[in-house]
């Protein structure tokens, strides 16, 4: 089992730029969460995708946008980058009452 | 809303030694989740431990152990004989258990690990 993977693992954009990031979830999961981690912060949920349509969603602005794949693989969308963008990118998959984390998308933005 | 606070940026332990990471979190739901997840400079997010508000029983896995506290809204984390390979970043992090579903983790900031042979 590979787990959950995530991709690119690393990117670097300009401000303004669009960015898109990978994820797909560990064999068996079907709800796929994205997290952002600044720089010596803990991971801040952005939302959540459950069968194809977002389920939960974090106090991100509408710049911050998703997709679920037929087989729950997602993406992970941002426009408009901003300096402040520049963090760590979690993608998380779940079945039951536990989440199993990928090692993230560092991105930075200059 | 949910906050979880660990109020320790950093801590030291020697290998052999026991350490104790602590975390608090406020809610005002009777039934939820709480987790340690440990954080090596891989990045990776891993599992540490599991506790589930309605047990009364402590969480234990090995050499990790929690103390939960649910009238303190406390719960940390003993890590015992500790290894090298224990260092990295530990966060606590809550769920509420309503609804199906998993539902959003909501961590704390995270404790740095240092561990000296």
């Known amino acids: 089992d590979a787990g959950v993977t995530q991709s690119p693992t690393h990117l670097i954009k300009t401000r303004g730029q669009q960015v898109t990031l990978r994820c797909s979830p560990k064999?068996?999961?079907?709800?796929v969460s994205w997290y952002q981690q600044a720089l010596g912060q803990g991971p801040q949920f952005i939302f959540q995708?459950?069968?194809?349509?977002?389920?939960q969603r974090g106090n991100f602005p509408d710049r911050f946008s998703g997709h679920q794949f037929p087989n729950y693989s997602s993406e992970l969308n941002v426009n408009a980058l901003l300096l402040g963008d520049s963090a760590l990118y979690l993608c998380?998959?779940?079945?039951?009452?536990?989440?199993?984390f990928g090692q993230g998308t560092r991105l930075t933005v200059v | 809303a949910q906050t979880v606070t660990q109020s320790q940026p950093e801590m030291s332990v020697q290998e052999a030694e026991t350490v104790t990471l602590s975390c608090t979190y406020d809610?005002?739901?009777?039934?939820?989740?709480l987790f340690w997840y440990k954080q090596p400079p891989s990045r990776q997010m891993i599992l540490v431990i599991r506790?589930?508000?309605?047990?009364?029983q402590n969480a234990t896995e090995n050499r990790f152990s929690v103390n939960f506290q649910k009238a303190a809204k406390s719960f940390s984390l003993k890590i015992s004989d500790s290894q090298l390979g224990d260092a990295a970043m530990y966060f606590c992090?809550?769920?509420?258990?309503?609804?199906?579903?998993?539902?959003?983790?909501?961590f704390g900031t995270g404790t740095r690990l240092l561990v000296s042979p």
């Open positions: 998380a998959s779940s079945f039951e009452q536990e989440a199993f």
């Open positions: 064999s068996g999961h079907d709800t």
């Open positions: 995708y459950y069968e194809e349509e977002e389920r």
């Open positions: 809610t005002s739901e009777s039934d939820y989740y």
């Open positions: 506790q589930e508000a309605y047990k009364q």
């Open positions: 992090a809550y769920k509420t258990s309503e609804n199906t579903g998993f539902q959003k983790l909501v």
